[in-house]
């Protein structure tokens, strides 16, 4: 099973959920979790784990290059592009390639007649690839001013082991790239917190994860603070609320000091297999989506 954890705003806890649920499944499963950083702009999830690397490998794109002694000029590669990275001026016989906008999709190279646009590689990042304990950790990161994670993440998801428990952390909002992550998962735990802040981008969260038509849960972080509407909202848009995580200073602190909550906390890890337990139960239709706990 492939869990997607994401969150529509930064800050709600994702990475504390994805984390520790890794680590209370994969206590006494040898290999069976595998956990994959997808926040590519900025993960931090080996700062909790301090995984050990075993790999790493680039990750580029193939942009164009365009052989002009070849080139007649027709315009074909830039209507082709729909990221209107390349344009062609007929009258002055040149083509202006803008490299910031351009995705990689090969489109330019295949449609050209005179095969004058030629691919090669730009390095745009990397994918790690190592162990902690009984936990295969994979994460990448993005290249300092490259403007393009989904192709990174779309190699980080070509690793995944459908054998094992598969936790994906998703970088925070509703990009392009969180929805490359949750995009085939077979289901999305959505992190929020009782705000307007939390529940305003918790609603915008659940609009992408359904259009994608991926089953969802939500975890309440700091469930204590705040007001109840994001419990009022997950009731009246039948969205199971599966955990809740109350205010606590010593969460907080072992957070700071790269501390994981279940070995602060060992209490915690019964709380995420319980979780994990209901996700497996609403995948496998044992008890119905629509099931919301109430506060504790």
């Keep these: 099973m492939v869990i997607s954890v994401a969150s529509g705003k930064g800050g709600t806890g994702k990475t504390t959920v994805a984390i520790n649920l890794a680590l209370s499944l994969s206590e006494g499963c040898l290999n069976n979790v595998q956990l994959i950083d997808c926040d590519v702009e900025e993960p931090n999830c080996h700062l909790f784990l301090k995984p050990h690397i075993e790999k790493k490998f680039p990750v580029g794109i193939a942009t164009p290059e365009v052989d002009e002694s070849r080139c007649d000029y027709c315009g074909k590669c830039a209507e082709a592009c729909q990221f209107k990275a390349l344009a062609?001026?007929?009258?002055?016989?040149?083509?202006?390639?803008?490299?910031?906008?351009?995705?990689?999709?090969?489109?330019?190279?295949?449609?050209?007649?005179?095969?004058?646009?030629?691919?090669?590689?730009?390095?745009?990042?990397?994918?790690?690839?190592?162990?902690?304990?009984?936990?295969?950790?994979i994460h990448g990161l993005l290249n300092i001013g490259k403007p393009m994670a989904v192709p990174i993440i779309r190699k980080q998801k070509g690793l995944i082991d459908r054998r094992k428990t598969v936790i994906l952390d998703v970088q925070p909002g509703t990009s392009c790239p969180v929805v490359m992550a949750v995009g085939g998962t077979d289901f999305c735990l959505l992190v929020t917190e009782p705000t307007p802040f939390g529940l305003n981008d918790l609603k915008i969260a659940v609009e992408m994860t359904r259009k994608l038509s991926v089953p969802l849960g939500v975890v309440v972080n700091c469930s204590d603070i705040g007001d109840r509407k994001v419990w009022d909202y997950c009731n009246r848009e039948n969205i199971p609320i599966l955990m809740e995580m109350p205010w606590n200073r010593r969460i907080a602190e072992a957070y700071s000091k790269g501390i994981p909550l279940v070995e602060e906390m060992p209490e915690y890890r019964e709380k995420f297999r319980l979780m994990y337990n209901q996700i497996e139960a609403i995948i496998e239709g044992t008890i119905p989506k629509s099931i919301a706990q109430t506060k504790n």
């Excluded at 330019?108 to 090669?120: G, R, T």
């Design 88 to 137: 062609v001026i007929k009258e002055g016989r040149s083509i202006l390639y803008y490299k910031e906008l351009c995705h990689g999709c090969g489109a330019c190279a295949y449609i050209c007649p005179s095969h004058a646009v030629k691919e090669k590689f730009e390095d745009i990042g990397f994918i790690e690839i190592g162990k902690v304990g009984d936990i295969e950790f």
